[in-house]
């Protein structure tokens, strides 16, 4: 027997129930600071920006916005998307496009701000790749396909001449994590790959005696193109609606954590390795090694919205769907 599929709730009817609740005083309790209260969880992305997330949480300022918060990983985008679906993740890290996708979807997604601006290499054995035009004829490993990685490398070929469809061969695998062993194992000339993967890859490379090196910073390419500078607003934090409407204290409190916390990391990338590791499932030194490639600068999603829209538009050149085919409205950014 099938289980009969129930419309779903009209979001704004929900959130204005949840302000009336508000203004009632009968919103559930934000934070660990009465009886039955539930801490917020701010859930990193598993990956390298996460150092300053869970450095955030614990700052006196997130902690005294939101009593007993705390840090934890969403694993994959099933998890993400789910938990943002049931209202269960209020405030978590995810990348620019995705919480665009989520907001004109209707899910009523918020960008609060961008902290990584960048964490894409072409990684190479053969020191006479220097330049994009030197990719000409070569096997390129990549994952993630018709993703952001993908399609920033495309668009990068694509602006330097090269038609990724005949002047290279794209070979893409599934996932970072089955790119490294492959490509150490001799499988394509160059791949294309994120932090903290392109560190890992490094230093295995190292350990085994095999040339690595990175070629070239995506980053860099794309803002050389674009003339905009090596800014890409790749990850940042994202709120639910409700959480922007109902506790806009915390909301303001989350990103000035994150300012203070993406200098402290800058400026003590070992000892944020070490505290973020063991949460990311990754050894400390691969953290602290990637700190310095992923251009974190935290900035607020309405400062950097020029910067977003330009993006997304690139994306939407080759893949008009990977924001739900629009940029978002004003109310998307935070700030």
Not at 11 to 28: C, E, Q, S, T, W
Not at 38 to 57: E, H, K, M, N
Not at 204 to 210: P, Q, W
Not at 253 to 275: D, F, I, L, S, T
Request: proline letters at 7%; glycine letters at 10%; one cysteine or more.
């Amino acid at each position: 027997m099938s289980v009969p599929r129930l419309a779903p709730p009209d979001r704004r009817a929900v959130l204005r129930g949840l302000a009336g609740m508000a203004a009632a005083g009968l919103a559930p309790p934000l934070a660990a600071g009465g009886q039955g209260a539930d801490p917020l969880t701010l859930w990193g992305i598993p990956a390298t920006p996460s150092a300053v997330f869970a450095r955030a949480v614990a700052s006196g300022t997130m902690q005294a916005a939101a009593p007993g918060a705390r840090f934890d990983v969403w694993k994959s985008t099933d998890q993400m998307r789910a938990g943002i679906a049931s209202g269960r993740f209020r405030l978590f890290a995810t990348s620019s496009y995705a919480a665009a996708n989520f907001f004109n979807r209707g899910a009523g997604t918020r960008m609060v701000n961008v902290v990584s601006w960048g964490v894409l290499y072409v990684m190479a054995r053969d020191e006479t790749i220097t330049g994009i035009e030197d990719l000409a004829g070569r096997k390129v490993l990549l994952s993630n396909k018709n993703e952001a990685p993908d399609l920033l490398f495309r668009m990068v070929l694509g602006w330097a001449g090269l038609d990724p469809a005949r002047d290279v061969t794209l070979d893409y695998v599934g996932s970072p994590a089955e790119a490294v062993p492959l490509f150490l194992a001799g499988r394509a000339d160059v791949a294309v790959m994120h932090e903290p993967a392109a560190t890992a890859a490094l230093m295995r490379a190292a350990a085994a005696g095999v040339p690595l090196f990175r070629a070239l910073d995506v980053t860099e390419l794309y803002g050389h193109y674009t003339g905009r500078g090596p800014r890409i607003p790749q990850v940042g934090l994202a709120a639910s609606a409700e959480l922007v409407e109902t506790a806009p204290a915390v909301i303001a409190a989350a990103h000035a954590a994150c300012v203070e916390a993406g200098a402290w990391v800058r400026a003590h990338p070992q000892a944020a390795g070490a505290a973020a590791g063991p949460a990311l499932g990754l050894p400390a030194d691969i953290v602290a090694r990637s700190l310095p490639f992923v251009h974190l600068d935290v900035t607020s999603a309405r400062e950097a919205r020029a910067d977003i829209e330009h993006y997304f538009q690139n994306l939407m050149a080759l893949a008009p769907g990977i924001v739900a085919g629009r940029l978002p409205e004003a109310d998307f950014y935070w700030g």
